[in-house]
């Protein structure tokens, strides 16, 4: 399998983490709460290990994103990460700069969907994570947060919020988002979310 696009920005085309003794596989899609994820799933207890090439289980997981919220906190970490501050008119041309701007569905090349358990952050995830572990005979409360979000030493979350008004404000701006990322929206309106 190919490394992918990202692969020199640290996130792998398939990369995932495994538990062999469960046959689990969590496929990692960056800017999908996933290092909080990997965090509670070591955390739990389970025997599970990194794998930098894909490896369908009889279960996968994937957490899914509106496409618009996760662009807007990506955009940001690519601006924080490179220290490139873009011109509004080039941000809104190229929309995808990184693996943090990138489709979500792009990351999903090769996972078995029809395997696929997905859960959707939202208010409820928190909750809903917790119940899939517990239905896999993880451990209870690993110390779960709410969220994992930017840090608060930095201007993040307040650059997070001026591309969400944004966005929001100007309906040509979200149209020209819902356009690029309307694959990740198709994926989103045709599967069965975790409970």
């Known amino acids: 399998m190919t490394l992918g696009k990202w692969a020199?920005?640290?996130?792998?085309?398939?990369?995932?983490?495994?538990?062999?003794?469960?046959?689990?596989?969590?496929?990692?899609?960056?800017?999908?709460?996933?290092?909080f994820v990997k965090g509670v799933l070591i955390g739990a207890r389970g025997h599970w290990h990194h794998?930098?090439?894909?490896?369908?289980?009889?279960?996968?997981?994937?957490?899914?994103?509106?496409p618009i919220d996760?662009?807007?906190?990506?955009?940001?970490?690519?601006?924080?990460?490179?220290?490139?501050?873009?011109?509004?008119?080039?941000?809104?041309?190229?929309?995808t700069?990184?693996?943090?701007?990138?489709?979500?569905?792009y990351f999903l090349q090769g996972v078995d969907l029809d395997r696929t358990t997905f859960m959707m952050i939202d208010s409820g995830f928190r909750d809903r994570l917790q119940r899939w572990m517990d239905a896999h005979g993880y451990v209870?409360?690993?110390?779960?947060?709410?969220?994992?979000?930017?840090?608060?030493?930095?201007?993040?979350?307040?650059?997070?919020d001026y591309y969400t008004r944004l966005v929001h404000t100007c309906s040509g701006l979200a149209y020209r988002l819902r356009e690029h990322f309307a694959d990740d929206y198709k994926l989103i309106e045709s599967v069965k979310f975790y409970d």
Not at 51 to 66: C, F, K, M, P
Not at 97 to 105: I, M, N, V
Not at 143 to 159: I, K, P, T, V
């Open 70 to 95: 996760r662009w807007c906190s990506g955009i940001v970490q690519y601006q924080h990460n490179t220290g490139i501050n873009l011109h509004l008119q080039e941000t809104f041309e190229t929309v």
């Open 8 to 35: 020199h920005l640290g996130h792998r085309l398939g990369e995932c983490w495994r538990d062999d003794g469960r046959n689990l596989t969590y496929v990692h899609v960056p800017k999908n709460a996933s290092s």
């Open 97 to 105: 700069f990184d693996d943090h701007t990138e489709l979500q569905t």
């Open 140 to 160: 209870r409360d690993v110390g779960m947060a709410l969220q994992y979000n930017a840090s608060s030493d930095d201007h993040r979350g307040e650059r997070k």
């Open 51 to 66: 794998s930098e090439t894909l490896v369908n289980g009889q279960e996968n997981l994937v957490i899914l994103r509106d």
